[in-house]
Nanobody, 121 residues
Framework: QVQLVESGGGLVQPGGSLRLSCAASGGSFSINAMGWYRQAPGKERDMVARITNGGSTNYADSVKGRFTISRDNAKNTVYLQMNSLKPEDTAVYYC???????????????WGQGTQVTVSS
């Protein structure tokens, strides 16, 4: 069964950097767009950044110029490089991918388990 596994969250001081990774695995599949979302306590889950399988990207206004999304199609992995982190970036970050599962013959929207990012001094 296809799954997304995230890594790279943690505690960082304001102005610091973190890099999140998310790898898809399990069975035979193809991936369309991939992205990162985040959810702070008491708030809705919002899009942070997305990247198509062709490499086109879009970002939330709040992270433009600070965050960079990239992907390695050979490794089925998407990354989020986060620089100049602010306390308001504190949230659980979720990986998302549109995946066609060749084994089951279905296309679904998959989510990772989430990784906590805390920006605090």
């Amino acid at each position: 069964q296809v799954q997304l596994v995230e890594s790279g969250g943690g505690l960082v001081q304001p102005g610091g950097s973190l890099r999140l990774s998310c790898a898809a695995s399990g069975g035979s599949f193809s991936i369309n767009a991939m992205g990162w979302y985040r959810q702070a306590p008491g708030k809705e889950r919002d899009m942070v950044a997305r990247i198509t399988n062709g490499g086109s990207t879009n970002y939330a206004d709040s992270v433009k110029g600070r965050f960079t999304i990239s992907r390695d199609n050979a490794k089925n992995t998407v990354y989020l490089q986060m620089n100049s982190l602010k306390p308001e970036d504190t949230a659980v970050y979720y990986c998302n991918a549109g995946i066609y599962d060749y084994v089951r013959g279905v296309r679904n929207n998959y989510w990772g388990q989430g990784t906590q990012v805390t920006v605090s001094s």
